[in-house]
């Protein structure tokens, strides 16, 4: 079992940068794959990036690469996403997520997810 809590979303302009964190618990942490998903108003949720249990592998949404940086340090349990050079489409809600295998891009292939921390973008 994994619990998620997600936290750093906020307001910001467009061209800024923000870092979300991702809290876990549970002692086989360090064995998911983690992901990052964000659900627009009115939209379905959507891939943004994932890592491997080790970091050593990384995958992102052809719209952020480039911009953000998916990290995790598991000695700490957490998980962090970089967002810069924001843009007005990337508001949403952020969601993290775990799964237990590498890789997995759409939200039906996770296990666990936290309640999302909320990311707007102004223009």
């Known amino acids: 079992q994994v619990q998620l809590v997600e936290s750093g979303g906020g307001l910001v302009q467009a061209g800024g940068s923000l870092r979300l964190s991702c809290a876990a618990s549970g002692r086989t942490f360090s064995s998911y794959a983690m992901g990052w998903f964000r659900q627009a108003p009115g939209k379905e949720r959507e891939f943004v990036a994932a890592i491997s249990w080790d970091g050593g592998s990384t995958y992102y949404a052809d719209s952020v690469k480039g911009r953000f940086t998916i990290s995790r340090v598991s000695a700490k349990n957490m998980v962090y996403l970089q967002m810069n050079s924001l843009k007005p489409e990337d508001t949403g809600v952020y969601y993290c997520?775990?799964?237990?295998?590498?890789?997995?891009?759409?939200?039906?292939?996770?296990?666990?997810w936290g309640q999302g921390t909320q990311v707007t973008v102004s223009s």
């Open positions: 997520a775990a799964r237990r295998y590498w890789r997995g891009i759409t939200s039906g292939e996770y296990d666990y």
